[in-house]
């Protein structure tokens, strides 16, 4: 019996896919996010189902780890809402196998998951390959302490990314969406000097109409709410900003 994994964070969409794809004789597991889906890639998969948007890593995300990181094989269909011809491009350069845009057809999902699986070799990983196995584990590993690192603590201030909180001495800094994403960059590798246009590619990203001088004013204001803190964001002139620990005072 052929196996398919299918990733999606929406559960009900889960239960539709599971019931009928198991009525057409094939085992399913399922995962509710990428991250869950890590965890099983251990086991023998004929194909992935998986959805792009999803919280946390994003199906793109997860397939080019796989594919890149892994070094996966396993035939994949996206299932997914995103229905542009460059979200389809992305994905195909992802190296997916097929691309199928919600709301869908279950008899067109399971036409196109037999025709997948019929026309490409089975993905195996099994006990008796364990330099795999260790490659999966070593990832595994890697991706903890990736988790891990996105929790900040340099001596009373902690900076925590999956909350999006931070406080100095266990008090709560009020700051805005900006002014965090800003702080968490600095201070989650020391001491590095990030230059304005890096800051502003990956804290504004595609917003419009923004200019170098916004950094400055945002830096400035959250120098006064990190207190002693505040002195530790070094302006390296010409270069850019950095978090500098060593000057805490």
Same mark, same amino acid.
């Given at each position: 019996m052929k196996k398919i994994l299918v990733v999606d964070d929406e559960e009900v969409l889960c !239960? &539709? $896919?599971r019931y009928n794809l198991k009525s057409a004789n094939y085992q399913v597991d399922i995962a509710y996010s990428a991250e869950d889906a890590f965890s099983k890639l251990k086991n023998f998969y +004929?194909?992935? $189902?998986l959805d792009v948007m999803m919280d946390g890593i994003t199906g793109f995300k997860f397939a080019e780890l796989i594919? +890149? +990181?892994?070094?996966?094989?396993?035939p994949i269909i996206f299932i997914t809402s995103k229905d542009s011809e460059k979200d389809k491009l992305t994905g195909f350069g992802l190296g997916a196998d097929d691309y199928i845009t919600k709301p869908f057809s279950v008899k067109e999902v399971i036409a196109r998951v037999r025709a997948v699986i019929h026309r490409t070799e089975k993905f195996k990983l099994s006990e008796s390959e364990p330099e795999v196995q260790? $490659? &999966?584990k070593d990832k595994e590993r890697k991706r903890k302490e990736e988790k891990v690192a996105r929790? #900040?603590? &340099?001596?009373? $201030?902690? #900076?925590d990314y999956d909350t999006k909180t931070a406080t100095i001495d266990k008090?709560? &800094?009020?700051m805005t969406k900006k002014?965090? !994403?800003i702080l968490y960059m600095l201070t989650a590798e020391p001491k590095k000097v990030f230059p304005r246009q890096i800051i502003l590619e990956n804290v504004w990203k595609n917003e419009a109409f923004v200019i170098d001088r916004t950094v400055d004013v945002h830096i400035a204001r959250l120098r006064k709410k990190l207190l002693?803190?505040?002195n530790c964001i070094i302006n390296k002139s010409g270069f850019g900003y950095s978090f500098n620990p060593d000057e805490i005072k």
């Open positions: !239960e &539709i $896919l +004929d194909l992935i $189902l594919r +890149d +990181d892994y070094g996966i094989n396993v260790k $490659l &999966i929790l #900040v603590k &340099i001596a009373g $201030l902690q #900076v008090e709560p &800094i009020t002014e965090f !994403e002693k803190y505040g």
